[in-house]
């Protein structure tokens, strides 16, 4: 078993907030909550807005136009989970690169003081411009508040040799090196994330988020999907 982590970044989609009562779901909440809050390593997270509104796929604004909404609703969705982490022990600031009355400006000295201290960070806001991913904000946050290892919590287990959903016999990969996964293309996360953690040698761990235990495995150093490594 490798070493543990001492900071995780986790990119949370939004996607994983949503059930049967639309955008938001307090089960789901809940569910998100209780897998984070008994975790006593530094925790940031930064979460995506999938469950409201993804830019990518809007075909009723234009790019712009609905990545700038779709920052907005990283608020919502942070504002959410700080609700429900706070019911269960934890202290939760919440940075946005989106000004607003409700977050803290994004301040990386700020959020290693606050992670130092055992509360948890929360970024939203993307990286406060349009035409660029959350994936992309996550690797700017980890590499600014010092975190060794990039979480993404997925919807599948890792990164396989083909699409696993037309393949049932789809092989998951262990491991993937920087290059091998900007050769690949893979789709599981964006290109530009990828670029960041390598000139930073950060490694990413693309895992099941649903899966029981996975998180609290990977905060103990045991690896639970596929690595993505210089």
């Known amino acids: 078993m490798a070493s543990a982590p001492r900071r995780i970044l ?6 994983a907030f949503k059930g049967p009562e639309g955008a938001f779901s307090p089960a789901a909440l809940d569910r998100i ?3 984070i ?3 006593s ?10 469950n409201i509104l993804r830019g990518a796929r809007s075909a009723l604004l ?3 136009e609905a990545d700038t909404l779709g920052m907005l609703a990283t608020v919502l969705n942070a504002l959410a989970l700080r609700t429900y982490l706070e019911a269960q022990g934890r202290d939760v600031f919440v940075q946005s ?3 607003t009355e409700l977050t803290d400006h994004i301040s990386p000295r700020d959020a290693r003081r606050a992670l130092d201290q055992g509360a948890i960070v929360i970024f939203a806001g993307g990286t406060g411009s349009p035409l660029v991913t959350t994936d992309t904000a996550a690797a ?5 508040v010092g975190a060794d290892l990039l979480a993404k919590a997925s919807n599948v287990a890792g990164i396989y040799d083909c699409d696993p959903a037309q393949n049932p016999n789809a092989r998951r990969l262990d491991q993937v090196s920087f290059d091998e996964f900007l050769a690949a293309r893979y789709g599981v996360m ?3 994330a990828i670029e960041i953690c390598r000139e930073h040698a950060l490694p990413i761990e693309i895992f099941d988020f649903a899966a029981d235990g996975a998180l609290a495995a990977l905060a103990a150093g045991r690896r639970v999907g596929t690595r993505i490594h210089a």
């Open 10 to 15: 986790l990119k949370l989609s939004g996607e």
């Open 33 to 35: 909550a209780g897998k």
């Open 37 to 39: 809050a008994p975790l």
């Open 41 to 50: 390593l530094g925790m940031a997270i930064v979460v995506g807005a999938g």
């Open 62 to 64: 234009d790019r712009v």
């Open 97 to 99: 690169a989106v000004s």
């Open 140 to 144: 700017l946050r980890a590499v600014s």
């Open 190 to 192: 964006d290109l530009v």
